[in-house]
């Protein structure tokens, strides 16, 4: 049983380009968490997903991000107009309603 | 919003000493969970904590539920080195479609 997948794992933008993040949950769980990180810091909640529907993006910048977990396919994180103060790990997780989180090994975004 | 904060934020401790890191939050919580993040690694979960004043004990690790449901305290006796990482405990306001907020993280080095 695979675990949570992300992809890629290192992404390198320039200012102004996109970044478009991948999770592909456990299987048998529909439901997506997507936190930020810096370095030496904690975990900043960011959206929270289930499929097809958004449940709680009280986390997410208005701006620029915005994240879809379609019917099919893997969860996307988007990011337009990359800015260097984007630049972090986000780490996606999976579980089922209410359970313990199973993270993936996380995305780490660099912006030149 | 609701905040969950971690004290201390970093502790260094002599292998084979205590340690103990404490959590509170803002908001009653329907249950906590702990994870462990090794440097570079991803979270991982640890143990979730349901019941009012619960213990759960796991080898080394004790963790502790106030009766409160705001507070929750993770203790490892006679640390080793493998115990290095950053420790964060997360807690959910109620159960079902609730985003799980992360604490603030406390940081452990362990030297031999």
């Known amino acids: 049983n695979a675990g949570v997948m992300q992809n890629p794992r290192h992404l390198v933008r320039r200012r102004g380009q996109e970044a478009r993040l991948r999770c592909s949950p456990m299987?048998?769980?529909?439901?997506v968490y997507w936190y930020r990180q810096l370095p030496e810091e904690g975990l900043k909640f960011m959206v929270y997903?289930?499929?097809?529907?958004?449940?709680?993006e009280s986390g997410m910048p208005k701006e620029r991000f915005s994240a879809e977990f379609p019917k099919e396919g893997p969860s996307i994180l988007r990011i337009q107009q990359v800015v260097r103060g984007d630049s972090a790990a986000y780490f996606c997780a999976s579980s089922v309603v209410g359970g313990e989180l199973f993270f993936g090994e996380g995305s780490r975004l660099t912006v030149l | 919003g609701q905040q969950v904060m971690q004290i201390p934020q970093y502790q260094h401790v002599q292998e084979g000493e205590d340690f103990t890191t404490y959590c509170n939050s803002s908001t009653t919580l329907s249950n906590i969970q702990w994870y462990k993040q090794r440097p570079g690694g991803h979270p991982v979960f640890l143990i979730q904590l349901v019941k009012s004043g619960e213990v759960k004990k796991q080898k080394r690790l004790t963790f502790q539920f106030g009766e409160a449901k705001k507070n929750s305290s993770l203790h490892i006796t006679a640390t080793q080195t493998t115990d290095v990482g950053t420790y964060f405990c997360a807690g959910r306001r109620n159960t079902g479609f609730q985003k799980l907020v992360f604490g603030t993280g406390t940081r452990l080095l362990v030297s031999p």
């Open positions: 997903l289930q499929k097809e529907n958004i449940i709680d």
């Open positions: 299987k048998g769980h529909s439901h």
